[in-house]
């Protein structure tokens, strides 16, 4: 198959239909040396995703901007208040206190882009679901893997 349209069937099925139209055209490609599939996919040096070995994307919070154009993306994101974006942005995990809407397709152990005006402000995984967020009112509702200060901030030493 394909390797570019083994991603677009990807992106469709985890985020929804007509998600992979907003792949970019020229996208480089990183392989494993030893199995041949998928490591990495990045667009003019900046990383995209990482394809995990069960299937699910780690996307970046540069390629979840770009799938913020299609509206059916909103519907895997989280929204959350003024409260808690300075935290998040530095890493920290979002609690279900802090989220003000949650998109119906949050699933447990899924990849959920943190919004905040709009702006994608960190990526992570979902420690509960969608119904399971907006009914409890305590505890780690995503835990963070990527957001954007961590990434520029230099290691001190």
């Known amino acids: 198959m394909n390797h570019i349209l083994k991603l677009q069937h990807t992106l469709d099925a985890l985020f929804g239909n007509g998600t992979s139209k907003f792949l970019p055209k020229d996208v480089e490609m990183t392989f494993s040396r030893k199995t041949g599939r ?3 996919v990045s667009h003019k040096g900046k990383l995209l995703c990482t394809l995990r070995i069960d299937g699910s994307l780690a996307i970046s ?3 979840a ?9 909103k519907e895997n994101c989280v929204v959350i208040n003024e409260d808690a974006a300075p935290f998040v942005e530095q890493g920290r ?3 279900c206190k802090h989220v003000v809407t949650c998109g119906k397709n949050v699933q447990i152990a899924g990849d959920v882009p943190v919004l905040f005006k709009n702006q994608i402000i960190a990526v992570g995984r979902a420690i ?3 119904e399971m967020i907006s009914d409890f009112h305590r505890g780690v509702a995503i835990k963070i893997r990527d957001s954007l200060k961590s990434r520029n901030e230099e290691p001190t030493l």
Do not use: A, G
Not at 65 to 73: E, T, Y
């Open 65 to 73: 901007q770009m799938l913020l154009q299609n509206k059916k993306f």
């Open 38 to 40: 998928i490591r990495t």
């Open 93 to 95: 995990s979002v609690f």
């Open 61 to 63: 919070t540069y390629f």
């Open 128 to 130: 509960l679901s969608s």
